[in-house]
């Protein structure tokens, strides 16, 4: 490669684990889409696993390295990394979770890229045991790297900005909010023929959610509004589009509620936008959210929406002029919200237009994008 001093683009390359499609995932392909489109900027990626986000970042024709972690030690990769960053005279490495900060700043060290920028893309989940070990593991080595390496963190949330201004100043600190692909969010199909597909009949409503099956996304509240919603309701069919460590708990608790014909399982879908197109409701039951990609995605689609009143999700949503909010883990108040909009199909109409339009002025991936790239001019300004 020629030398940063031949080369008037700032050189930037993204480090992730790319072990998931979640949230962060999504975000991250969404914001390099956006920056790839920047003459001034020259974008690569290193992950540290070869999954969907590789795949999908790929098919950008942006370069992707792949350092795999199941094969590869952590050293390995540290010095690869290191290689790798030598290699490519970045002028900014930017990061996005514990693991690849960590070894990030470590590459960035020893090969003296100028600046660092860290995304925070939510607060750290609650574990137990083992996990939770690893997990304070884990934030010592991420509090580490932050405080004497990282220039600048990216808060996704004011509530998240709040906090780490807190800990290590405001003036390492800027927010911007994630952002959807706006042209993308529109799916393939009509409502009756995903339905079809489903095997729902067309005239049953469809009350849905997406998200990995983890503690934090709060499914078992979306059950137990499942089983109150079906009392008075005959016409209902509820949808549970994702995977992870509960499905099988979360299947259960389904049996044992008696809604197994009721409560549709999917697993990993590909096709969520035609899924979520075809939903008459969205509802997002997390216990604590960053700023919630699916729920930018869901708001795109002009769908209405029932969400909890957790981290950044009023920010992005404004209760009954956008959807409604309820408090976390309260069945009840959720399934009393969803009552409302089932009864009113004008009133859930409105607020899933004012929420298109919400996503269209504030939170799409060209605003995303725009911000970041500002960050990276002024923190090569300041090199």
């Not at 893309?121 to 070990?133: I, K, S, T, Y």
């Not at 405001?170 to 692909?181: D, F, L, T």
């Amino acid at each position: 490669m020629p030398s940063r001093t031949d080369h008037p683009a700032v050189r930037v390359c993204h480090v992730a684990m790319g072990d998931l499609w979640a949230g962060a995932e999504v975000q991250l392909f969404a914001l390099v889409e956006d920056l790839l489109k920047r003459p001034e900027l020259e974008i690569s990626v290193v992950l540290f696993n070869d999954g969907t986000l590789a795949a999908k970042l790929r098919s950008l024709e942006v370069p992707v390295a792949v350092f795999p972690e199941a094969d590869w030690s952590a050293l390995k990769i540290s010095r690869e990394l290191t290689a790798h960053c030598r290699k490519g005279h970045f002028d900014i490495l930017h990061t996005h979770k514990y693991k690849d900060t960590f070894l990030g700043t470590i590459a960035a060290f020893r090969t003296r890229v100028p600046k660092i920028v860290r995304t925070v893309h939510g607060l750290p989940e609650p574990f137990r045991g083992v996990q939770a070990f690893r997990m304070t593991v884990n934030q010592c080595a991420d509090d580490f790297a932050i405080r004497f390496r990282v220039n600048r963190l990216i808060a996704v949330s004011s509530q998240i900005a709040q906090i780490l201004k807190a800990k290590y100043g405001s003036g390492k600190v800027v927010q911007i909010h994630n952002g959807v692909r706006l042209p993308d969010t529109r799916g393939t199909s009509e409502a009756d023929h995903t339905k079809k597909r489903l095997g729902v009949n067309a005239s049953r409503r469809l009350v849905g959610t997406v998200g990995r099956l983890t503690a934090v996304k709060g499914q078992e509240s979306f059950l137990l509004n499942a089983h109150e919603l079906s009392k008075n309701r005959a016409d209902l069919q509820f949808l549970m589009v994702g995977d992870g460590p509960l499905r099988t708990r979360l299947e259960a608790r389904a049996r044992e509620l008696g809604m197994t014909d009721r409560v549709t399982f999917l697993g990993h879908r590909e096709d969520t936008y035609d899924l979520m197109r075809a939903m008459d409701i969205f509802v997002l039951p997390s216990l604590h959210e960053g700023i919630p990609m699916v729920l930018l995605e869901a708001m795109a689609l002009a769908r209405p929406v029932v969400a909890t009143r957790v981290g950044g999700i009023p920010e992005v949503l404004t209760d009954r002029v956008h959807g409604l909010l309820v408090s976390p883990g309260n069945p009840a108040e959720l399934a009393e919200a969803c009552t409302t909009l089932l009864d009113d199909p004008a009133l859930a109409g409105t607020y899933a237009q004012a929420a298109r339009h919400r996503v269209e002025q504030r939170f799409s991936s060209a605003t995303m994008g725009a911000k970041v790239a500002s960050l990276y001019r002024e923190l090569v300004g300041e090199h």
